[in-house]
């Protein structure tokens, strides 16, 4: 899951694991593999960063835990 913020300000989390594309006109959309469409505040950039550091910290937990 990674925590973004809806235009409005209220901040949410997200599974990343849903994400299929984001875009960045003007305001950053971030489309889901079910087709839902979400738009938030953070840059496209950032969103991909968060959702790129979730990728790599799921690997670094050992199993188990």
Do not use: C, W
Not at 13 to 24: C, P
Not at 38 to 62: C, F, G, L, N, T
């Amino acid at each position: 899951m990674i925590k973004l913020t809806r235009l409005a300000g209220e901040p949410f989390a997200l599974n990343a694991e849903m994400i299929l594309y984001v875009e960045s006109r003007p305001d950053t959309f971030i489309t889901l593999t079910g087709g839902e469409r979400i738009v938030v505040a953070e840059s496209m950039d950032e969103v991909i960063s968060r959702a790129v550091d979730y990728q790599r910290s799921k690997h670094m937990i050992p199993k188990g835990l």
